[in-house]
């Protein structure tokens, strides 16, 4: 069934899993569409996520510039990048919600679209949550509209976040109504997760709490999860690769060990310099 509510169709996504490497951007192999399907030559599987030469264009603002980059399946990602550098909208592009100009996007071995949104869950910067509704309630109504909905990992997840089922999310600050965004999209067992600024004003036991329902979600393997974020404190354990966006183009990818090994620095120290 295709999710039609807002929360069902936007702040319910699934987890991700394993660490994440970031890998460099994959360009196109010379005069092909963009080079052969690696698991046809290697056994390997397909790249959750693979975007070849995509521009998005609003208005006058280029969103996206030539973005290519590819993700293997069961990485975490850290996408970096300061204020309107285009991380919302690569997610949104790799989610279905919005249409490149130019370019070639594939996810989980599809072009985006209302098919695919039932595989991918995306969690967005805006709250959906409605304010009447107890958490509980919240989660009952939700996870309805979810064939993928995993009850064990939904448990778990409530334990680490630390949800007060019983009240309003109304009446909750803003770190836990981003905690309850983020159980409604991990719980789900969708293969590709997007989240998009998980930790945007959050304070630091919040924080906490998010990076460790991330990694737990990541335990339960099989997942993919790309994550949009202003800050690798506390995050930068989470990451296996890491994304670098400034004024729509993607400035530095690649595995996060390798990053750190070339840079001799973290990767908070890595994107200082790459964005200075
Ligand atoms: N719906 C829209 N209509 C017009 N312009 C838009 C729209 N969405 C985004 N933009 C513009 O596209 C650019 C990229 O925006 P985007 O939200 O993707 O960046 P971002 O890196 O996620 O920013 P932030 O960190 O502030 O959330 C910005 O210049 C923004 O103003």
Not at 41 to 70: I, M, N, Q
């Amino acid at each position: 069934m295709t999710p039609r509510h807002p929360l069902a169709s936007s702040a319910a996504p699934s987890a991700a899993a394993a660490e994440p490497t970031v890998q460099a951007a994959t360009p196109p192999a010379a005069g092909s569409a963009g080079g052969p399907d690696p698991s046809t030559v290697t056994g390997t599987p397909p790249p959750a996520v693979c975007f070849r030469h995509v521009w998005k264009r609003y208005g006058s603002v280029e969103a996206l510039r030539d973005v290519t980059f590819t993700l293997p399946a069961g990485t975490v990602t850290g996408l970096v990048g300061a204020n309107g550098s285009g991380k919302s909208t690569l997610l949104k592009v790799a989610a279905g919600f919005v249409r490149p100009a130019r370019g070639e996007v594939q996810v989980l071995g599809q072009t985006p679209g209302v098919e695919l949104r039932r595989r991918v869950a995306f969690v967005a910067e805006v709250d959906p949550l409605d304010p009447w509704m107890t958490v509980d309630q919240t989660v009952r109504f939700v996870r309805s509209f979810f064939t993928d909905w995993d009850p064990e990992h939904e448990g778990e997840l409530r334990e680490i976040l630390e949800l007060p089922g019983r009240r309003r999310v109304g009446e909750l600050s803003k770190g836990m109504r981003t905690r309850v965004r983020l159980l409604l999209g991990l719980a789900r067992s969708a293969p590709l997760v997007l989240l998009d600024e998980p930790f945007s004003g959050i304070d630091p036991v919040s924080r906490r709490r998010i990076a460790d329902a991330i990694l737990a979600a990541c335990r339960r393997g099989g997942r993919t999860i790309l994550l949009s974020t202003h800050d690798l404190k506390d995050a930068e354990p989470l990451f296996d690769r890491l994304m670098v966006l400034a004024g729509g183009r993607l400035v530095l990818a690649g595995d996060a060990d390798e990053l750190r090994a070339r840079h001799g620095k973290s990767l908070d120290g890595i994107v200082e310099e790459v964005l200075a």
